[in-house]
């Protein structure tokens, strides 16, 4: 079982930065990808960016150029946001998979509410 705690969300002007961190309860290298989805309002949940074990990086076309995924050397797992557009605000999810036994099983934290104001 991975857990996956987000922090760093709020409430931000059109134009201005956040930066989101997940904290996983074991090594990110020893997940198969982690990364994070977003859902807005009477939308459906969508994939932001990830990061494979490889260090291999995707992201949605919608924040390329505005948004990077980073991680450190142990547990933690960063979204720099900058250039926020109010339509980026949603509800951001950490997300991971792990392959065990030839299963694999995604995670998800508990998301993490970010506001951009116009």
């Known amino acids: 079982q991975v857990q996956l705690v987000e922090s760093g969300g709020g409430l931000v002007q059109a134009g201005g930065s956040l930066t989101l961190s997940c904290e996983a309860s074991?090594?990110?290298?020893?997940?198969?990808?982690i990364g994070w989805y977003r859902q807005a309002p009477g939308k459906q949940r969508e994939l932001v960016a990830d990061?494979?074990?490889?260090?291999?990086t995707n992201y949605a076309d919608s924040v390329k150029g505005r948004f990077t995924i980073s991680r450190d050397n142990a547990k933690t797992v960063y979204l720099q946001m900058s250039s926020l557009k109010p339509e980026d605000t949603a509800v951001y999810y950490c997300?991971?998979?792990?392959?065990?036994?030839?299963?694999?099983?995604?995670?998800w934290g508990q998301g993490t509410q970010v506001t951009v104001s116009s």
């Open positions: 997300h991971a998979d792990k392959t065990l036994w030839d299963i694999t099983r995604d995670y």
């Open positions: 074991e090594r990110v290298f020893s997940l198969d990808a």
């Open positions: 990061i494979s074990s490889a260090g291999r």
